[in-house]
């Protein structure tokens, strides 16, 4: 089946720097993934839609700037948190769906980020 | 406004019960809905995918309904198993081109022995 692999697994960062995270998808090509949050026994906050090859498509309340996607192939969409805060602290889950398949959207396994 | 409700935050059922999670919508047209289970810690897990004119799918230990009068969907375990203890999300899809779902709370379900 579809795998997506979303790395790193955890990251701790210090306020004010920048994180990236990556999301792959292993065995189909996805032209759209798509970002979320999680908050503590919340359910998914989608922040955008990565598109590929195009900017990307944010939420309302969410900030562009700060939330910095990029789709360059079909195959990666990475998600810069760029001067992170501890209000930044959070599960960031990325998710795609095999187009050909009958089934679902495919997630990764999430990123727990703290700021300190 | 457009509303996902999940039963309960939580249900506690005993081992080899069947398990019934409530999935209630507002205000939404869903082209399909699909069931997840999410562990602590991890993304979800897709399980079922069920399109809006199908009224029932199952898999293996697993049922769903779809009634779009009522404007719910009911996700059943059968002969339910410790390792079924998970969070379970609702999801809905308009099937628009945007191709965006839109999550439920979801219910922790916790079977116990």
């Known amino acids: 089946g579809a795998v997506v692999s979303q790395h790193p697994s955890r990251v701790i960062c210090k306020s004010g720097t920048s994180v990236k995270i990556e999301c792959r998808s292993l065995?189909?090509?996805?032209?759209?993934m798509f970002w979320y949050r999680q908050f503590p026994k919340k359910s998914l906050m989608l922040m955008a839609t990565?598109?590929?090859?195009?900017?990307?498509?944010?939420e309302q309340g969410v900030e562009k700037d700060k939330f910095l996607i990029n789709h360059a192939s079909l195959t990666l969409s990475t998600l810069t948190v760029t001067s992170a805060h501890p209000e930044d602290s959070s599960f960031y889950i990325c998710?795609?769906?095999?187009?050909?398949?009958?089934?679902?959207?495919?997630f990764g396994s999430g990123t727990r980020l703290t700021v300190v | 406004s457009q509303k996902i409700e999940q039963n309960s935050e939580a249900l506690n059922i005993q081992e080899g019960k069947t398990a019934t999670l409530t999935c209630n919508y507002t205000?939404?047209?869903?082209?399909?809905l699909q069931w997840y289970r999410q562990d602590p810690g991890r993304g979800p897990v897709f399980l079922l995918l069920?399109?809006?004119?199908?009224k029932e799918k199952r898999k293996e230990r697993l049922k769903v309904t779809f009634d779009t009068t009522l404007k719910q969907s009911l996700f059943h375990i059968t002969a339910s198993q410790p390792a079924d203890s998970a969070t379970y999300l609702c999801?809905?899809?308009?099937?628009?081109?945007?191709?965006?779902?839109?999550f439920g709370d979801g219910t922790t379900l916790t079977v116990k022995p």
């Open positions: 998710s795609a769906r095999d187009l050909t398949a009958n089934y679902g959207y495919t």
């Open positions: 065995d189909f090509q996805a032209t759209t």
């Open positions: 990565s598109n590929e090859g195009s900017k990307a498509t944010y």
């Open positions: 205000n939404y047209s869903p082209a399909y």
């Open positions: 069920i399109r809006e004119n199908e």
């Open positions: 999801a809905l899809d308009e099937g628009t081109n945007a191709g965006k779902s839109t």
